[in-house]
């Protein structure tokens, strides 16, 4: 089977390149080409006389905008990857060293993201996860002899529709450990499918938490959707390792919590999952690319979990620990 790709280009500076190479890299994304305006402008400084041409094209580079360019299979796969990339921006965007990055202007096959945005849909049909759920988007019919829990899901701009691995192997996960009655905290919400899944699957109580404003938001929309209670569904916007307050907010003594996330941001949050979890509570962590897992399981180790479990589907890891 040909599989096609599209190319994603984002636009920023250069010293800002390596840094964000790295976080792609721990999104999945494999492969990058890199175009940098001060190191052409450095050869240009520098070549002493050693070249008599330089072809044209080439010294076309010197008004060329830094930016890193790869490429994403046009598939489902991509497409969720690809709202993982641009929830990756929009933190960029909003943090404090925002300006180190630049524009973050993102492109896909030389078109602007809003183009790309009016046909991502056609990628998220209904799909079965573990034993009980059926997750599908609003726009999309399920079979008329379904006898699944039906999860339905719009992702907006944020990541999680259940097509990506890390993913399904969290709900499969949860479905292993869940209690009825049980607390839930979903740390890096995005469209809230792990807490609504838990609500869905008996769970008493979720509270979601996401570090970009929209993710929070379509998490609050997609919970109403499944008719979750309005009283038993919190969620927060914020960043837990630097807010002491959001932190307070969101409390402790959870029986279990998600995180998928990527792999530097679990090891930043090690710490802190004790203070929300029960002594005898759960913890699901993924979006972990498999060349990292150990080094994760290793940094939850240090601070007193013990693996359960890991799970690995092509290339992505979720490890159980209590």
């Known amino acids: 089977m040909n599989l096609n790709w599209i190319e994603v280009k984002i636009m920023t500076e250069t010293p800002a390149l390596e840094i964000l190479c790295a976080m792609l890299t721990d999104l999945g994304v494999k492969g990058f080409v890199t175009q940098d305006k001060e190191s052409f402008q450095e050869f240009l400084e520098n070549k002493q006389g050693q070249w008599d041409y330089i072809d044209q094209d080439l010294m076309g580079l010197a008004d060329c ?26 933190q960029l965007k909003h943090s404090e060293n925002s300006g180190f990055f630049g524009s973050l202007e993102l492109y896909t096959n030389s078109v602007k993201e809003d183009d790309w945005a009016n046909n991502w849909k056609q990628y998220f049909k209904p799909i079965t996860v573990g034993e009980k759920l059926l997750i599908k988007p609003s726009w ?12 339905e899901i719009d992702p907006a701009s944020s990541f999680g529709t259940g097509q990506h691995h890390t993913t399904r192997l969290c709900l499969e996960l949860l479905e292993t450990v869940l209690q009825k009655q049980d607390k839930i905290l979903d740390l890096g919400c995005g469209s809230g499918i792990l807490s609504i899944g838990a609500m869905l699957l008996g769970a008493e109580s979720a509270t979601a938490v996401d570090i970009v404003e929209n993710s929070v938001r379509t998490a609050i929309e997609n919970a109403g959707k499944n008719h979750i209670p309005v009283e038993n569904y919190r969620a927060y916007c914020g960043d837990i390792c630097q807010d002491s307050g959001l932190c307070e907010q969101i409390g402790g003594n959870y029986d279990l919590i998600c995180a998928n996330i990527v792999a530097d941001v679990l090891i930043a949050m090690a710490g802190l999952f004790r203070r929300f979890l029960k002594p005898d509570g759960y913890l699901i962590v993924s979006g972990i690319i498999s060349e990292r897992a150990d080094e994760v399981i290793s940094v939850l180790k240090q601070h007193g979990f013990s693996e359960i479990r890991m799970q690995e589907r092509e290339g992505w890891a979720a490890v159980l620990l209590n």
């Open 65 to 90: 905008q830094t930016s890193v360019t790869f490429y994403l299979p046009d598939d489902a796969q991509g497409a969720e990857q690809m709202l993982a990339v641009k929830n990756l921006l929009e």
């Open 140 to 151: 999309e019919e399920i079979p008329a002899e379904n006898q699944r829990i039906v999860l």
